[in-house]
C-alpha cells in the first residue's frame, strides 16, 4: 500500500523554524518526484516546493530563499525546513509523490499542521 505519512508540524512564532518530515511506504520513492503543498483554511491547496528523481529542486517565489526542500533516498524520507517563517505560511502542508513515471502514483498524505503566531 502507498502511504505518505507527515510529521513535524507545530506552532512557531514569526521568524522561527520548523522541519517537517515525510516518510513514504509501498512505493520506490528513490524513482518518483515528491513535493510539498499547503492549504490555509478558506482557501485552496496551492504549491510550496518540488524535487525530482535526481534531486532537481523548485520552489514558489512567496518561499524561496527561505525554505529548503531535500529527500533521503535511504531512509524514504522527504523534508521541508522552513526557516523565517511569516504568519501567512500558517497552513496544513502536505506531502505528495508524483506519478506518470513506473513505480510511481500520485498520492497524498494526510496533512501536518503548521501555526506562525506574532
Known amino acids: 500500500e502507498v502511504q505518505l505519512v507527515e510529521s513535524g508540524g507545530g506552532s512557531v512564532q514569526a521568524g522561527g523554524s520548523l522541519k517537517l518530515s515525510c516518510v513514504a511506504t509501498?512505493?520506490?520513492?528513490?524513482?518518483?518526484?515528491m513535493g510539498w503543498y499547503r492549504q490555509a483554511p478558506g482557501k485552496e491547496r496551492q504549491f510550496v516546493s518540488m524535487?525530482?528523481?535526481?534531486?532537481?529542486?523548485n520552489y514558489a517565489s512567496s518561499v524561496k530563499g527561505r525554505f529548503t526542500i531535500s529527500r533521503d533516498n535511504e531512509k524514504n524520507t522527504l523534508y521541508l525546513e522552513m526557516n523565517s517563517l511569516k504568519t501567512e505560511d500558517t497552513a496544513q502542508y502536505y506531502c505528495?509523490?508524483?506519478?506518470?513515471?513506473?513505480?510511481?502514483?500520485?498520492?497524498w498524505g494526510q496533512g501536518t499542521q503548521v501555526t506562525v503566531s506574532t
Open positions: 505528495r509523490s508524483y506519478g506518470g513515471v513506473l513505480g510511481c502514483q500520485d498520492t
Open positions: 524535487i525530482n528523481n535526481i534531486a532537481a529542486t
Open positions: 509501498g512505493f520506490t520513492f528513490s524513482s518518483c518526484g
